[in-house]
């Protein structure tokens, strides 16, 4: 790839950023402010709108029909507060990575050297978060029977109702 086409690449990845994140700010605004969701009907967490927390909900929710225990349920909320709480300064320095890419952009400072680096210190934060939230599903496989992991496994092979 040619130095002119690794630029241009860039550029593009830094304009879809740059168009994204103001976007990306005004529903995290908008979920922040959001009333709490009423408690779930299957007796698991609720969605409270936290940005960045979907995939623990997603994952809460294939528990649904389970058939989950009153202590199976009460270690996984456990289990989802920790994780929660273990990558709160992970999600917040997401978050300040991203808001300096679009300053930088905004401001009229851009280098490309400049927005590299804080595109990369992003990809790297996400990498972080991913790993945190596969540990903290393998985790939460080791709450479940057998039996649930299977009925787990086999709904992670059906298309995702909408």
């Known amino acids: 790839m040619s130095q002119h086409d690794q630029i241009i690449r860039r550029f593009l990845c830094v304009s879809a ?21 009423r408690p779930a ?11 960045g927390m979907e995939q623990g909900h997603e994952f809460m929710g ?13 270690k996984l909320r456990a289990l989802m507060q920790e994780q929660r709480t273990a990558t709160q300064d ?43 939230m596969a540990e903290t599903g393998h985790k939460a496989q080791q709450i479940l029977t057998p039996e649930q992991r299977k009925q787990l496994a086999e709904r992670a092979q059906k298309p995702a109702r909408r």
């Open 17 to 37: 950023l740059a168009l994204a994140l103001p976007f990306s700010a005004q529903a995290q605004e908008a979920t922040q402010s959001a009333p709490a969701a």
């Open 41 to 51: 009907p299957h007796g698991g967490m609720s969605h409270r709108g936290h940005h």
């Open 62 to 74: 294939a528990l649904r029909d389970l058939k989950l225990s009153s202590e199976q349920r009460d």
């Open 90 to 132: 992970k999600r917040e320095a997401l978050r300040e990575a991203r808001q300096a890419l679009h300053k930088l952009v905004i401001d009229g400072n851009y280098t490309p050297e400049r927005a590299s680096a804080i595109a990369s210190e992003i990809g790297k934060k996400n990498a972080e978060l991913a790993l945190a």
